[in-house]
């Protein structure tokens, strides 16, 4: 899910709010909790798995809405917002309806960034420590940021 230029001056503003003292250079987005990608496996895996179950039991192919799958995801995977400022890095929880952020999740050490390592396989930059993944299109945006503000 890309965020386009327009969105991202949106988050900013009001990210920019949020944290307040310290001034907000950039905005992206990210997902806190176990890897996405295998999260989406798993998740597609069950409803198979539940697919089959019910029609085993009940002798009809009940297949549960995507909303359903979505929402659980959605649970399990949080979408967050990542502010690099002058000072540091600060995660916001964002709205599941509107996406935009809307409190302060956690704050990371200035260079957080740096520290984050490509996780194999999945295409995702990964902070531990914060249990924080970002795209690559995500992580070089607040990367230059971040490289700009040192």
Known sequence: MALSNRNREKGLKISGAIVGDGAALAYGIGQVGPDPRKTRQQIVIGA???TVFLVAVVKAAVVPGFL?????FSFIVRPVGVVVTNRNVVILERSL???RPKRIRSTLPPGALSEMSRAEKSGYFQFPAAELWLRPK???ILAAAQGAAV
């Open 97 to 99: 309806v509107t996406g």
């Open 68 to 72: 359903i799958w979505f929402l659980i």
């Open 138 to 140: 995500e992580y070089e």
């Open 48 to 50: 198979v798995v539940f």
